[in-house]
C-alpha cells in the first residue's frame, strides 16, 4: 500500500502488499523468500481456502512449519510483501485434500465469499485472499497453451505461464465489468436476476467488450437489459472481485427517458427506485422486504452513494 492510498470500506480493495514485480523473474531470490522462517502462506484446497479455526479466531495464514507438512503444491505463486517485510505466497493442492482438512482439529475449508460475507478476515487480509484466488483461478483454468494447445508451465513466481512447444508467454487475465446506477433525478435504475435471493435487487452490469470505452459499455449495458438511454457517465470507484478475475468498475449514468423494457434474458425485472427506498433496502427495512446487494459488493456503495445524494455523482445539467 502507498501512502497515498486509503482504505476502503469495498471488499477485496484493500491489498498492502508491495508485489515487488521487479523480482519476480529471479528464481534464486524468490526461492530465498520462500525458505525464510517469517514467510507465510495461503493454503487452498481445490478452489476453497483453508482456515485455521481456534474457538471464534479464524487464522487463513500459515507458517513454514504447517505448510511442510502439506508436501509438493500444484501451484505456488510469490504474492508480494507484506509492510514489514513478511513474504506471502499461495499455495494451491488437490481436491483430494478436503478429507485430511476435515479430519484434522483446528482446520477448515471456507469458500472465499462466504468469508467475505461474514466478515471472517480484516480488509488487508480479504483483498490479499482474493489476489491469490484471482491468481489460482487462472492457473487452473489455463494448464493449455493458447497458441497451440500443448501444456504450459508456470514460470516468473506465479506470474506466468510458458509453452515449451512453441515459446509463447501467457500472462493473468483480468476482465472488466461495469456496474452502474443509472438515474433519473430522485430515482435509480435496479434489477435482478433469476439467481439473486429473493427480493434482492443490484446495479446492472456487464462486461466490457473490445473496442469500447468505459462509458459507452457502460449506456450499452443499461440499453441492452432495460431499454433506458443514457447520456453522461462519471466514474465512482472499482473493485477487484475475484470470481474468478474481473475488475468491477462502478459508474453513475444519467438517464434520458424512463420507459422500461426489460431484456427477460439478461433480467427478470427491473424498475426505478427512489432513494427513500433504497435507504431502506439498505438498512433492511423496505416495507416489501426487497433488499440490497452486502456491504463486501461494490453494488452496495453506488446504492449507499446514490441514497445519500452524495454531491458530484454527475456532473451538472448542462
Known sequence: MYPFDRPSPIGFNLNPLNRLSEIRHDQDYVAGL????????????????????????????????QVAEWGEPLADIFLGQGEDGTALFALAFDKDRADRVAATPGLEMLDLRSIALRGL???????????????????????????CGAPSRISSAGWR??????????????????????????????GRQQ?????????LAGFLEPGETIEAAVRREIHEESGIACSDVSYFASQPWPFPSSLM????????????VVDTTELEDARWFTRAEVAAML???????????KPYAIAYHLLKAYSEDKPGLLPPRP
Open 34 to 65: 520462500r525458505s525464510e522462517e517469517s514467510t507465510r502462506f495461503f493454503l487452498f484446497v481445490g478452489e476453497i481456502p483453508v482456515l485455521g479455526v481456534r474457538g471464534d479466531a479464524v487464522e487463513p495464514l500459515f507458517t513454514q512449519r
Open 121 to 147: 478476515v480484516p480488509p488487508p487480509l480479504l483483498g490479499e485472499l482474493g489476489g491469490a484466488n484471482a491468481m489460482l483461478n487462472w492457473h487452473r483454468r489455463h494448464r493449455f497453451c493458447a497458441n
Open 161 to 190: 505461464r510458458d509453452c515449451d512447444a512453441c515459446g509463447a508467454q501467457h500472462f493473468p487475465r483480468v476482465d472488466p465489468v461495469v456496474i452502474m446506477l443509472a438515474v433519473d433525478g430522485d430515482r435509480c435504475l435496479l
Open 195 to 203: 439467481r439473486f435471493a429473493a427480493g434482492m435487487y443490484s446495479a
Open 249 to 260: 468498475i462502478g459508474c453513475f449514468a444519467r438517464a434520458l427517458d424512463t420507459d422500461i
Open 283 to 293: 438498512a433492511g427495512t423496505h416495507p416489501q422486504g426487497l433488499s440490497s446487494p
